[in-house]
Each structure stands twice: as structure tokens, then as C-alpha cells.
């Protein structure tokens, strides 16, 4: 079966610091990779999301980047974090068109 | 510019009864609906879906409604479990392409608590 993980569970940063958050899938190959983040009292905003090796599109402009350097690895990034960049983040995959299935989150404060 | 609204940020019903969860649209290119629940601490978990060809889709406990003419649909539990508390998204999607992703825009959820 597939499974997705995703870490750290949470994470404290200082604004101005840099950001690497990691998810992977398995049981599964191509699939779609998304990045959604969830800020307080909002739904998931998608930020980023893959088809492909090395294909990312934005869907928000941000402080933010995601690359995908194996085909079931998704990392999502900043090189200075801001306050704003504050939130619940989610990872998640679909095998096409099918419903996503998420990850467990990263709930990152910016301090 | 909010496409999914879920107007109740919160609900709670006693155990055994019916929980009506609401979702509205705005998007008239919306033809894909679905349901997620998520429990604190984990991620969302896809619950029922609906295509816009349908105005109804059940799934044992679960059915959701869907009336396009009002851009409407809601999310029926019945009977509701104390296990069935969580926060509750409605999501749509538009021009599913098989094989191709998908943008699914969220609403902002409805919290459900369960009395047992």
C-alpha cells in the first residue's frame, strides 16, 4: 500500500532563517506532489505542486520553493523565512486525477 | 476570493442524531466534490466524493447531497459516532484530466463534535 511521510512534525524557527521540509511517498511511482499550507482560521491554499522530476508550478507567489529531485521525494524551502511564513504545511500525493491523500503535516512557527 | 465557503465554523450534535454539514460554491466550473476529514495533529483524509453529473453519492454512514442550481452541497452523517469528531473540509475541483493534476481549492472547514 502507499504511504506518505512527512517531517518534522513541527518545527520553531527564527525569522531570517532557512527552511527545508521533507516529504516522500512509497508504494507508488509518477505520482502528482502537492505542497498545501493551512494558515490560521483559512483552508489549505495549494502552494506548489509536480508532476514530474523536476517539474514544479507555483500557484501562489511567495517566499517559498519546492523542488522534487526523485520522483517520490517533494522538499519545500526558503532561503529567509518570514513571519508570515507561519502555518500548518501539508504534503500530498495523487496517483492522477484521484482524490489526494495527505500527509501528517508540519506545523512551523516563525518567531 | 474565498470559491468554497463553509459558513459554520462549528457544529456539535448529540450521538446518534444527524450531522448536516454545509458547503457552498461560487465556481460554476466546479465539477468534482469532495469531502475530507481531519483529526488534530494528522493530515486531511479524503471521506466521499461527488461528481457534478450526480446529486447524490452514499457511502455507508456518509452521503452528500449536491444541488448545483444553488451551488450547494452538504455532508450527511447519520447516525453520528463520538468518533466521527473532527474538523470537516469540503474541497471541488474543476476539468478533471485523467493522468493530469489536479487544482482543488478547500473551504476553510467545519469543526464537528460529537456528544456522546
Known amino acids: 500500500s502507499q504511504t506518505i511521510h512527512q517531517w518534522p512534525a513541527t518545527l520553531v524557527q527564527p525569522v531570517g532563517s532557512p527552511l527545508s521540509l521533507e516529504c516522500t511517498v512509497e508504494?507508488?511511482?509518477?505520482?502528482?506532489l502537492y505542497w498545501y499550507r493551512q494558515a490560521a482560521g483559512r483552508g489549505l491554499q495549494l502552494l506548489f505542486y509536480?508532476?514530474?522530476?523536476?517539474?514544479i508550478s507555483s500557484e501562489v507567489p511567495q517566499n517559498l520553493s519546492a523542488s522534487r529531485p526523485q520522483d517520490r521525494q517533494f522538499i519545500l524551502s526558503s532561503k529567509k523565512l518570514l513571519l508570515s511564513d507561519s502555518g500548518f504545511y501539508l504534503c500530498?500525493?495523487?496517483?492522477?486525477?484521484?482524490?489526494?491523500?495527505f500527509g501528517n503535516g508540519t506545523r512551523l512557527t516563525v518567531t | 476570493d474565498q470559491q468554497v465557503k463553509q459558513n459554520s465554523p462549528s457544529l456539535s450534535v448529540q450521538e446518534g442524531r444527524i450531522s448536516i454539514l454545509n458547503c457552498d460554491y461560487t465556481?460554476?466550473?466546479?465539477?468534482?466534490f469532495l469531502w475530507y476529514k481531519k483529526y488534530p495533529a494528522e493530515g486531511p483524509t479524503f471521506l466521499i466524493s461527488?461528481?457534478?453529473?450526480?446529486d447524490k453519492n452514499e457511502d455507508g454512514r456518509f452521503t452528500v447531497f449536491l444541488n448545483k442550481s444553488a451551488k450547494h452541497l452538504s455532508l450527511h452523517i447519520v447516525p453520528s459516532q463520538p468518533g466521527d469528531s473532527a474538523v470537516y473540509f469540503c474541497?471541488?475541483?474543476?476539468?478533471?484530466?485523467?493522468?493530469?493534476?489536479?487544482?482543488?481549492?478547500f473551504g476553510t472547514g467545519t469543526k464537528l463534535q460529537v456528544i456522546p
Open positions: 509536480s508532476v514530474g522530476i523536476g517539474q
Open positions: 474541497a471541488a475541483s474543476a476539468n478533471r484530466v485523467s493522468g493530469g493534476y489536479q487544482k482543488v481549492t
Open positions: 508504494g507508488t511511482s509518477n505520482p502528482n
Open positions: 500530498a500525493w495523487s496517483p492522477g486525477s484521484a482524490p489526494l491523500h
Open positions: 461527488i461528481s457534478s453529473i450526480k
Open positions: 465556481n460554476s466550473m466546479f465539477d468534482y
